[in-house]
């Protein structure tokens, strides 16, 4: 059983360049969630996704996107990039029923990507 | 508003001594609760959660962790630390079953060989 990865591991950016992230989820998980993770603060979700929708969303614009894939990997895409978007994106995956996650779910986090704006 | 804290932003102790973490919540009704470990360059690990019954929890690595309704807390436990706990740990509570997974600003344990 293979855990969560993702990819790449950093990625330096500038201003105003827009940016993809990928997230392989655990094998057999239907949702992933993306949080962002700025130095020293715990993770903010971004939204999560369940058999292809998006079905939750943090408070983030909507120049954050993303797309979830028929074997469940996912993207998270941000454009328009500020300097402040610089953080750690950590992907999660679980498995979701009905569109929500349940209680009991586990949620298995990713290593992360490093994201840095310059 | 809806919150969560953890009070200490770092902790040191020494290897063998005990260690509690303090998470403190600002919810209507009891949420569902988490507690997360993170070391450098990893993502997070769960080490244990609670969503009913029994109000102490074990989990993984000799961690164990107490709700307490009354003061809206779920403390972080270990009766003897070692130095490979050193880490960043985080709190976090999910509100129902329906909603998004909150994560408390984190607590940041050194241990001292």
């Known amino acids: 059983e293979t855990g969560v990865t993702q990819s790449p591991t950093h990625l330096i950016k500038t201003r105003g360049q827009q940016v993809t992230l990928r997230c392989s989820s655990q094998s057999g998980h239907n949702t992933v969630s993306w949080y962002q993770q700025a130095l020293g603060q715990g993770p903010q979700f971004i939204f999560q996704?369940?058999?292809?929708?998006?079905?939750g969303r943090g408070n983030f614009p909507p120049r954050f996107s993303g797309l979830q894939f028929p074997n469940y990997s996912s993207e998270l895409n941000v454009n328009a990039l500020e300097l402040d978007d610089s953080a750690l994106y950590l992907c999660a995956s679980s498995l979701g029923l009905a569109g929500v996650g349940r209680p009991t779910d586990t949620q298995y986090f990713g290593p992360g990507t490093r994201l840095t704006v310059l | 508003a809806q919150s969560v804290t953890q009070p200490d932003i770092h902790i040191t102790v020494s290897e063998g001594a005990s260690l509690e973490l303090r998470c403190n919540y600002s919810?209507?009704?009891?949420?569902?609760l988490f507690w997360y470990v993170q070391s450098p360059g990893q993502g997070l690990q769960l080490l244990l959660k609670?969503?009913?019954?029994?109000?102490l929890v074990q989990g993984i690595k000799g961690f164990e962790a107490e709700f307490k309704r009354s003061q809206s807390s779920f403390n972080l436990r270990k009766p003897s630390v070692h130095w490979s706990d050193a880490a960043e740990y985080f709190c976090?509570?999910?509100?129902?079953?329906?909603?998004?997974?909150?994560f408390g600003p984190g607590t940041s344990l050194s241990v001292i060989p």
């Open positions: 609670y969503f009913s019954g029994d109000t």
């Open positions: 919810y209507g009704a009891t949420p569902y």
């Open positions: 996704y369940y058999r292809e929708e998006e079905n």
């Open positions: 976090a509570v999910r509100p129902n079953s329906y909603d998004k997974v909150i």
